[in-house]
């Protein structure tokens, strides 16, 4: 309940009103640098303005499938962040940012199997496509820096280039 209410007071005293929220989900095929695979995942997005162009961004990601099978069997990431959104041109608002967050992944190498949690970071660019007041295509590319780092697992490498298309609806 302190939550709702730290989070009504910010997001009132920053300025934000009915239309300056956006969500979306999306499809996000990416490309795992190390493993040399292509990653198929499904990701969603909350997005509120808190002060002209700029905007706080949440993002979560779920690994849906990969082209071939490797080190890195599931992971999931959160992530929020800065969003700086450029001037609307037409129905085009193009938008870059940056988002620190955390996966969860499980791995298994031969010499570990497990459950394990590493930080990650993503430089984000893209636009929002309005298709009239509230509905939206989103597009965007990003980089997904991320590495486990363990004593039974060695370094694996999970850094991703991704390609998002998402349909989203401001309110």
């Known amino acids: 309940m302190n939550f709702e209410i730290l989070m009504f007071l910010l997001l009132n005293a920053a300025g934000v009103n009915a239309s300056e929220r956006r969500v979306a989900v999306a499809f996000a095929p990416g490309y795992l640098t190390a493993q040399g695979t292509v990653a198929y995942a499904v990701s969603a997005e909350a997005e509120y303005n808190l002060q002209g162009r700029i905007s706080l961004r949440g993002d979560l990601y779920a690994l849906a499938a990969k082209s071939k099978p490797g080190v ?35 791995v298994s190498n031969g010499v570990a199997h ?52 998402g349909l989203g609806y401001s309110f």
């Open 72 to 106: 890195l069997q599931q992971s999931y990431q959160a992530m929020l962040g800065i969003v700086y959104n450029f001037e609307r041109s037409g129905a085009l608002v193009p938008f870059a940012g940056f988002q620190p967050g955390m996966g969860f992944a499980t």
């Open 114 to 165: 497990g459950f394990y949690i590493y930080p990650t970071m993503s430089p984000v660019a893209g636009a929002h496509l309005y298709l009239g007041e509230s509905w939206h295509l989103t597009s965007e590319l990003r980089y997904v820096f991320g590495e486990l780092h363990y004593a039974d697992t060695g370094a694996v490498y999970l850094s991703e280039f991704r390609a998002t298309l």
